[in-house]
Each structure stands twice: as C-alpha cells, then as structure tokens.
C-alpha cells in the first residue's frame, strides 16, 4: 500500500495549514513550507497574498516594493534601474518589461517622485 501523497493534495493541505495558521507570520510560515516542500515553491508563492516587503537597489539606492509582478524566481528586478536583485543565473535574462512599458514606468516614477517632493 503506498502512502505518496500527490502534488495536487500537498498544494492543497499547504494552503489549508496557512489558513490555520496566525495571519501575521504568513511569510515565515511560508518560507518554512517552500523549505519542506521546494517543489510546491513557485506555485504557493503564486496563490498566496503576503504582506509587501521594501528592498533598497543596490545600484540606486531608492526603495522599492516586492511583488509578483516583479519577481523571477528568487530575484526581484528595481524598477529603478530595472536589474534583478539578487543577480539571475548566467545567461538568464529575466522578465523585464517592453521598451514601452519601461518608459511609461519611469515616467511614472519620475511623477511620483515629484508627488513625494511637494
């Protein structure tokens, strides 16, 4: 008699134990379970909402949120000056944003900068 549980019931029973658990300490809770489970990783940080987090570019030196919309892997790209942190794999480019969209980002950075100014 085999005892494996199936992908599909670990993601699940992830998730059931996250809703048990204290709201405040997602993000470690989290973590603990990427480190049991790293093959359920990518998908639980998908489907689970944390708190945002603030990481400072180390070539800029301005702050910026972490989120799935700039998040490969382990690395986060700096809307500043649009280099992951840490540093992807060699070769890995990474999902970085058309030319369009990364003008009308710093545009919009430049705005809200002069927002934060006044």
Not at 17 to 35: E, G, Y
Not at 58 to 75: I, M, Q
Request: charge should be negative; proline fraction near 7%; glycine fraction near 6%.
């Amino acid at each position: 008699m085999s005892t494996e549980i199936s992908p599909e019931a670990q993601f699940d029973s992830a998730l059931d134990l996250l809703r048990r658990l204290p709201p405040h300490s997602t993000s470690l809770h989290l973590q603990n379970i990427c480190t049991l489970a790293p093959h359920l990783t990518e998908e639980l940080l998908s489907s689970v909402d944390q708190p945002l987090e603030i990481r400072r570019c180390n070539k800029t030196g301005r702050d910026y949120l972490l989120c799935d919309y700039n998040r490969d892997g382990d690395s986060w790209r700096s809307p500043w000056s649009n280099e992951f942190e840490p540093s992807l794999g060699d070769g890995e480019e990474g999902a970085r944003p058309s030319d369009r969209v990364r003008g009308l980002e710093v545009r919009m950075g430049e705005g809200v900068e002069v927002y934060r100014e006044l």
